[in-house]
T-cell receptor, first 112, second 115 residues
Framework: ETGVTQTPRHLVMGMTNKKSLKCEQHLGHNAMYWYKQSAKKPLELMFVYNFKEQTENNSVPSRFSPECPNSSHLFLHLHTLQPEDSALYLC???????????FGPGTRLLVL | QKEVEQDPGPLSVPEGAIVSLNCTYSNSAFQYFMWYRQYSRKGPELLMYTYSSGNKEDGRFTAQVDKSSKYISLFIRDSQPSDSATYLCAMRPNAGGTSYGKLTFGQGTILTVHP
């Protein structure tokens, strides 16, 4: 595997379910990110982790819970989501400085 | 007012045309400017990265930054059907500190290059 991988690629869940999204980067980067991409809206930064420490929580509801066990792995735990949370969730990683971010293919999430 | 404005298009051009994509922004602190390309059902892919004002060329792609006008452009020469994608501009202030990794994106412009 190369670059940034995300699993699953597609996820359908009910509002009472609990699920997790996984991201893995094979680039040796020290920072990882979660973004939300909704139709007709700009990419929204959700969380930033730098050397496993969370450095940014962009006012994300608590039903989204990130976890970064090491610099190569990032999880997004989901519980009691709302239909408006349906979107493409993108993971990215970057070397120091954070300008050049490399994205994974995303997880397409549908909340019913 | 949005921090970054980008016309969502869609933009449709014939093969071989010169394409001009643009973003305007309001935050004068932005110093780093990027263009990403996103194919359908894929994540964004970094195309061009520039710091401060000026031009940068890479093959058929040229990125321009005019900080005095708060305006950035991406030009694609000899456009190909394979260039059909959504193009996202992104920008951020100086590196480090509380702005670490905090890119602000435009909405994206949908481009179709038809044969």
């Amino acid at each position: 595997e190369t670059g940034v991988t995300q699993t699953p690629r597609h996820l359908v869940m009910g509002m009472t379910n609990k699920k997790s999204l996984k991201c893995e980067q094979h680039l040796g980067h020290n920072a990882m990110y979660w973004y939300k991409q909704s139709a007709k809206k700009p990419l929204e930064l959700m969380f930033v982790y730098n050397f496993k420490e969370q450095t940014e929580n962009n006012s994300v509801p608590s039903r989204f819970s990130p976890e970064c066990p090491n610099s190569s792995h990032l999880f997004l735990h989901l519980h009691t989501l709302q239909p408006e949370d349906s979107a493409l969730y993108l993971c990215a990683s970057s070397p120091g400085g954070g300008e050049t971010q490399y994205f994974g293919p995303g997880t397409r999430l549908l909340v019913l | 007012q949005k921090e970054v404005e980008q016309d969502p298009g869609p933009l449709s051009v014939p093969e071989g045309a010169i394409v001009s994509l643009n973003c305007t922004y309001s935050n004068s602190a932005f110093q780093y400017f990027m263009w990403y390309r996103q194919y359908s059902r894929k994540g964004p892919e970094l195309l061009m990265y520039t710091y401060s004002s000026g031009n940068k060329e890479d093959g058929r792609f040229t990125a321009q930054v005019d900080k005095s006008s708060k305006y950035i452009s991406l030009f694609i020469r000899d456009s190909q059907p394979s260039d059909s994608a959504t193009y996202l501009c992104a920008m951020r202030p100086n590196a480090g500190g509380t702005s670490y990794g905090k890119l602000t994106f435009g909405q994206g412009t949908i481009l179709t290059v038809h044969p």
